[in-house]
T-cell receptor
Framework: GAVVSQHPSWVICKSGTSVKIECRSLDFQATTMFWYRQFPKQSLMLMATSNEGSKATYEQGVEKDKFLINHASLTLSTLTVTSAHPEDSSFYIC????????????FGPGTRLTVL | QKEVEQNSGPLSVPEGAIASLNCTYSDRGSQSFFWYRQYSGKSPELIMSIYSNGDKEDGRFTAQLNKASQYVSLLIRDSQPSDSATYLCAVNTGGFKTIFGAGTRLFVKA
């Protein structure tokens, strides 16, 4: 149990385009999902907390109009990188919190974004 | 500022030895503690959770928690080259957010 999927696993796009990444909890419901970004050889950086049915909470320094998050259901959250630029190239990872009282988070496999 | 501190390493141990990974946290109200393993280029994988003082064993892994000292550790017995990865300590204080440490790189030499 506790499987989280992400799609796509990698994407290459041109500068100025938008990219949507999907995160799904496959065998549990997740009222809360998280989006992280990780640059090579660096730590996880929390971008935002996504709550089902409400607006996402963004970390300081993360542009909410650039990184659009929608948590449409208890099993699906999406991150859209709008008007992507080369500096947005990174490894984007979602996680889902399993609601069993102990705040366990399970990570998706990640999406590697390259903006040309 | 709630913090989770780990030695960045690398920690190098020979195959078959015990690897000991340590983590300290600043918030005394922390309730839940986790260890994740992250292979290079992959996402983190939850390997251990611990919620009360003492030891918790799962196969070759043992998590140890000491809330009075605000200290949590992970022991890996009979270390294998396949254990070479970055190990992330994570702490939750009861809210929505879990704080992750920067990770300790472990290298197991064959």
């Amino acid at each position: 149990g506790a499987v989280v999927s992400q799609h796509p696993s990698w994407v290459i796009c041109k500068s100025g385009t938008s990219v949507k990444i999907e995160c799904r909890s496959l065998d549990f419901q997740a009222t809360t999902m998280f989006w992280y970004r990780q640059f090579p050889k660096q730590s996880l950086m929390l971008m935002a907390t996504s709550n089902e049915g409400s607006k996402a909470t963004y970390e300081q320094g993360v542009e909410k109009d650039k990184f659009l998050i929608n948590h449409a259901s208890l099993t699906l959250s999406t991150l859209t990188v709008t008007s992507a630029h080369p500096e947005d190239s990174s490894f984007y990872i979602c996680s889902a919190r399993r609601d069993r009282g102990h705040e366990e988070q399970f990570f998706g496999p990640g999406t590697r974004l390259t903006v040309l | 500022q709630k913090e989770v501190e780990q030695n960045s390493g690398p920690l190098s141990v020979p195959e078959g030895a015990i690897a000991s990974l340590n983590c300290t946290y600043s918030d005394r109200g922390s309730q839940s503690f986790f260890w994740y393993r992250q292979y290079s280029g992959k996402s983190p994988e939850l390997i251990m959770s611990i919620y009360s003082n003492g030891d918790k064993e799962d196969g070759r892994f043992t998590a140890q928690l000491n809330k009075a000292s605000q200290y949590v550790s992970l022991l890996i017995r009979d270390s294998q080259p396949s254990d070479s990865a970055t190990y992330l300590c994570a702490v939750n204080t009861g809210g929505f957010k879990t704080i992750f440490g920067a990770g300790t790189r472990l290298f197991v030499k064959a």
